[in-house]
Structure formats: structure tokens, C-alpha cells
């Protein structure tokens, strides 16, 4: 079982930067590739960026390629997330996950979400 919680939610203008962390539980935090993942109101959950267990590869959704950063530190038990050149199509509950794979879209944990506004 892994818990996750997030931080770092915020309102930013835009054009601003945001660092969102999430803290797992447990010894396990290395067996489990994390992701980010948001949900903008009335929309559904998508996927914003991922990394493999040793951090040796990243993915990110076409949206924010170039403008955020995925990173983890295994021996702290948390991912982040780098926002920057913030947009206001951005703005969303911003949620981290644990799974198995990335690529394939395998995901177990969910934390319980945190907020990002992005001001026009």
C-alpha cells in the first residue's frame, strides 16, 4: 500500500512558476514509476507527465512539453513537478499517482489532489 499526498497548490499569474511535490509512504517508493496527472473543471483526468522508478526517462503530454519538469528523489520518497511559463488553461486539480509502467498506463495509487489557478 503507498499513500500519497501532495503540496504546493497556489494561484500564480500567468507567464509564473509552481513546484508541486507529492510525499509517499512506505519503503517501496522505488519499485514505482510516478506521474502527474490533472482535471480541469468538467473535464476529465489527463495525463501532464511521468518518470520510471530510477528516473531515468521522462514523459509529458504535448501540452506542456518544454514548460515542466518531472523529477524524483528516491531517497526522500517524492516526485515533483516544475511549472513553469504557466498558462490559464493550466488551471486544474493536480493529482500524483504510482504504478507499474508509464508507458503503459498502469496506475495503482492516487493522491487527493491539489489546486492550481493560473490568473489571465
Known amino acids: 500500500q503507498v499513500q500519497l499526498v501532495e503540496s504546493g497548490r497556489g494561484l500564480v499569474q500567468a507567464g509564473g512558476s509552481l513546484r508541486l511535490s507529492c510525499a509517499a509512504s512506505g519503503r517501496t517508493f522505488s519499485s514505482y514509476a510516478m506521474g502527474w496527472f490533472r482535471q480541469a473543471p468538467g473535464k476529465e483526468r489527463k495525463f501532464v507527465a511521468g518518470?520510471?522508478?530510477?528516473?531515468?526517462?521522462?514523459y509529458y503530454a504535448d501540452s506542456v512539453k518544454g514548460r515542466f519538469s518531472i523529477s524524483r528523489d528516491n531517497a526522500k520518497n517524492t516526485v515533483y513537478l516544475q511549472m513553469n511559463s504557466l498558462k490559464p488553461e493550466d488551471t486544474a486539480v493536480y493529482y500524483c499517482?504510482?504504478?507499474?509502467?508509464?508507458?503503459?498506463?498502469?496506475?495503482?495509487?492516487w493522491g487527493q489532489g491539489t489546486q492550481v489557478t493560473v490568473s489571465s
Open positions: 499517482a504510482a504504478g507499474t509502467s508509464v508507458v503503459t498506463a498502469t496506475w495503482n495509487y
Open positions: 518518470i520510471t522508478r530510477s528516473g531515468t526517462n521522462t
